[in-house]
């Protein structure tokens, strides 16, 4: 029964929402605390048993490949402090995981950038964790995919549930039937208006796939903001293979939102026991001078 080895991370998009902050520096390096986004995307799937993960980047994300590089003039320094708390967490960092990095030539969307990585994936199944998307949950959000894949071995969605006046900015299932939070999926729309929403059921940036996925992207055209989206690939590999879709348990932050970024930090820091008595305590004191 095949288990899932391999990830890619989609992390080539240019972070307009999050301008002027991401004109120079990569929306997947923005700090939450003192760990950039794409530290906790990578740990989930280190977390999930994956050790093979596939970055694709595009102009500009250089950053992000440096930030899982080893540097031996900064461990020269931390040791020489005798910092064995961080040697350990930098150690940890690079060499936890095998990472890849693959460059987007051009901004075609999400299909395109997961189509960069398929000499790389080659024929077996795969997870797709979202650059900016931090999804927070006591079993890594893969894992939780990853258990409904051994069952079906087919390709696993991960979804939530949204106020259907919110189902505008997510990709979108319509389903045959549903048993204990795993959802038979009949359909994909990628950001529906309300009228036109199967459901309130939307697509939350964890995927597992099978490799027909690549034969789907291929022949998907230019759709939804003149890029490829992933969300049309699978509707193309709906007419070769049944695709399931599993509720998440956790909170997702979705980053390269100011607001979900904010919440993402302010959540993050309350709970680092470093930081987290002091911090609430400021966070009381400005409530109460700021009613």
């Known amino acids: ?4 080895r391999k990830a890619v991370i989609p992390a080539a998009g240019f972070g307009t929402r ?3 902050a ?4 990569p929306k997947e390096m923005l700090p939450i605390l003192d ?4 530290q906790f995307v990578v740990e989930e799937a280190i977390a999930s048993g994956i050790d093979d993960i596939v ?13 899982f590089d080893y540097s031996p003039e900064l461990m020269e320094k931390l040791e020489k402090k005798g910092d064995k708390r961080m040697i350990e967490t930098l150690n940890n960092l690079t060499k936890s995981a095998d990472i890849h990095y693959i460059r987007q030539a051009e ?3 999400l299909g395109d950038a997961i189509y960069c990585a398929r000499k790389h994936i080659g024929g077996e199944p795969f997870a797709v964790l979202l650059g900016d998307e931090i999804i927070d949950s006591k079993v890594p959000c893969i894992k939780q995919l990853e258990q409904v894949f051994v069952k079906y071995q087919r390709s696993i969605i991960g979804v939530l549930q949204v106020p259907i006046e919110r189902i505008r900015y997510y990709g979108c299932i319509k389903y ?3 048993e204990d939070g795993i959802f038979s999926i009949s359909d994909v729309v990628e950001k529906p208006t309300i009228q036109l929403a199967p459901s309130n059921i939307a697509i939350d940036g964890r995927y597992i796939l099978t490799p027909k996925i690549f034969d789907c992207i291929e022949s998907t055209k230019a759709g939804y903001g003149g890029e490829i989206q992933l969300t049309d690939s699978i509707k193309e590999l709906l007419k070769y293979e049944p695709i399931y879709a599993t509720t998440i348990e956790g909170k997702r932050y979705d980053v390269g939102s100011k607001l979900d970024y904010a919440k993402a930090f302010f959540d993050f820091t309350m709970k680092n026991e470093d930081f987290s008595a002091e911090y609430k305590s400021h966070v ?8």
Not at 22 to 25: D, G, S
Not at 35 to 38: A, D, E, G
Not at 55 to 67: C, F, L, Q
Not at 284 to 291: A, I, R, S, T, V
Request: charged share 30%; no cysteine.
């Open 35 to 38: 760990k950039p986004v794409i």
């Open 1 to 4: 029964m095949q288990r899932i």
């Open 176 to 178: 045959d039937n549903q």
């Open 18 to 20: 999050f301008l002027p």
């Open 55 to 67: 970055i694709i980047t595009g102009r500009g994300k250089r950053a992000v490949e440096d930030h």
């Open 284 to 291: 009381k004191n400005y409530l109460g001078e700021h009613p």
């Open 22 to 25: 991401t004109k120079a520096q």
């Open 107 to 109: 901004q075609k969307g």
